[in-house]
């Protein structure tokens, strides 16, 4: 099936299990999302075959979300964060999208 959704979206924890199932749903629908985790190889090794890109970063990262975030239309987090890590890492990717919607 050739893509035919245009508008640019993202899922974080492509490479999960998860991931991986909705990454397969989404591209048999035509859409082509990018793919973004923490592991590099992990998403290069997913996304070249579907001719997909790959974005890594790390939840930890401030920095790299906010380079990430404003390349798609909707970002759809799937990660399965300790409960200790929850928190924080919560808070990170709302503090990425707060200072996007300021500037």
């Not at 987090?77 to 990170?92: A, E, H, K, L, Y």
Request: proline fraction near 6%.
């Amino acid at each position: 099936m050739q893509n035919s959704v245009q508008q640019p979206w993202m899922i974080y924890g492509a490479y999960g299990f998860t991931g991986r199932l909705i990454v397969e749903a989404a591209v048999q629908r035509g859409h082509n999302p990018v793919l973004a985790g923490r592991d590099g190889a992990r998403l290069k090794a997913m996304a070249q075959p579907l001719g997909l890109a790959a974005m890594p970063v790390s939840l930890n990262d401030g920095a790299g979300l906010r380079a990430a975030l404003p390349i798609s239309q909707a970002n759809f987090n799937i990660f399965r964060p300790s409960q200790r890590s929850m928190n924080g890492r919560v808070r990170r990717i709302f503090l990425c999208f707060r200072a996007l919607g300021s500037e």
